[in-house]
């Protein structure tokens, strides 16, 4: 089979309504498939203002907005008759699920029962939420679900070895492939370091500028950083909170770290300019499946301090592009942070160390690896009978 033979339903909860680095990996894996000439279907909850213009057809499915504070998201709670007939009418090769929730599950369903192939790619670690939000109790609940779904498909992608090696650890038996991520490199680099604009907010040239990078909720650990930020003060180190970002957390964090320089939002060549203009990334998350604005600040020669958990420890090099340390242990990210702060010649030697690992994540090599995945499966799979397990 050749990639123009191959018609691919791909299922996201949230595929462009509101940018994030999962639904970012989505649309870049589906113009690679585009651009080789593959078939794309793409079935997701929208909205009336979506945060950019989804890559490949996009059929809307219906969808509530999520309770409990995060209505800016949405929730399918099933797979409707409509889109049950779109999906004959497209009579797809593949299913790709991309979120383990109620449509994903049906997906997989309607895939089952027609024996076509299906494909689930971890983007998210979902049941590390509920410790953020006072309902810790549900996590156990949480990984037998996933354990299930993911249990229920032909074949695993995860972004690398640490989540492989966790669904091994909850009982997932499904063959596991890694589906990396890359980054742009043009967009990405030292060379976007701007002073005058970190001057614009209030940071001077000599400043030590510490970088949060993402959407401001709770489940980016934002309790952490806040707390770390404190703690260098009390130290008399001296430093400047610089926040790339939005999110429905924010006044909560900006009380938090009430010196911070809050840049909003920004996106294309203004992104990159601001994380280049970082002297440290601080990414204490520990709901990263690979962390992608750990990659885009390693190629922007920006040292990274990160939490020791999945994502960050395939791609940091301990003490040589970066420091991983115990997810909650404040005093040593401080002491981390402190020494790329008064060590010039350890952050320089990270920040090259970083750039050149980053240069080896490409999109278009690391999204064949899907694309391959794919017409491995149709070629060497089982007949259909026994895909129904």
């Given at each position: ?8 339903a791909l ?33 997701s ?8 213009a ?11 907005p ?36 109620v ?33 810790g ?38 063959p ?9 490199h ?51 180190v ?94 040593a990210?401080?002491q ?54």
């Amino acid at each position: 089979m050749q990639p123009t033979d191959l018609r691919v339903a791909l299922f996201s909860g949230n595929y462009n309504y509101v940018r994030d680095g999962a639904n970012q990996a989505l649309n870049f894996l589906a113009g690679h498939l585009l651009s080789q000439g593959v078939r794309l279907r793409v079935y997701s909850p929208t909205t009336d203002k979506p945060a950019f213009a989804p890559t490949g057809e996009l059929v809307s499915v219906p969808a509530l907005p999520v309770p409990g504070g995060r209505s800016e998201y949405r929730f399918a709670w099933r797979l409707p008759a409509a889109t049950k007939r779109d999906l004959e009418a497209f009579a797809p090769d593949i299913v790709h699920v991309s979120a383990p929730e109620v449509l994903g599950h049906r997906a997989v369903s309607w895939a089952r029962e027609r024996g076509i192939p299906s494909i689930a790619s971890l983007h998210t670690r979902f049941e590390t939420y509920p410790q953020y939000y006072g309902i810790g109790f549900v996590a156990p609940l949480m990984i037998k679900a996933l354990t299930r779904f993911y249990n229920r498909v032909d074949q695993v992608v995860t972004p690398g070895r640490s989540t492989a090696d966790l669904l091994r650890k909850w009982g997932v038996s499904t063959p596991i492939r890694t589906w990396s991520r890359g980054v742009d490199h043009d967009r990405f680099n030292p060379e976007r370091r701007d002073l005058a604009w970190r001057r614009s907010l209030g940071i001077a040239d000599d400043e030590f500028a510490v970088g949060f990078l993402g959407r401001l909720v709770l489940e980016k650990g934002l309790d952490i950083f806040a707390d770390v930020c404190r703690s260098l003060r009390a130290r008399g180190v001296p430093h400047k909170v610089l926040v790339i970002g939005d999110g429905p957390a924010r006044d909560w964090f900006a009380e938090r770290v009430p010196d911070a320089a809050f840049a909003g939002f920004q996106r294309g060549d203004d992104l990159g300019r601001a994380v280049a203009s970082m002297d440290v990334l601080f990414n204490p998350s520990i709901t990263e499946t690979f962390g992608n604005v750990t990659l885009e600040a390693m190629a922007a020669g920006v040292p990274v301090v990160a939490a020791r958990a999945t994502g960050a420890v395939d791609l940091i090099d301990e003490g040589v592009t970066g420091f991983l340390v115990p997810p909650r242990e404040v005093e040593a990210y401080v002491q981390a942070i402190a020494r790329l702060a008064q060590e010039p010649a350890l952050h320089r030697a990270q920040a090259q160390a970083g750039h050149a690992k980053a240069q080896a994540y490409r999109w278009e090599v690391i999204n064949q690896v899907v694309l391959d995945t794919y017409l491995e499966m149709l070629e060497g799979r089982e007949p259909s009978s026994a895909s129904l397990r």
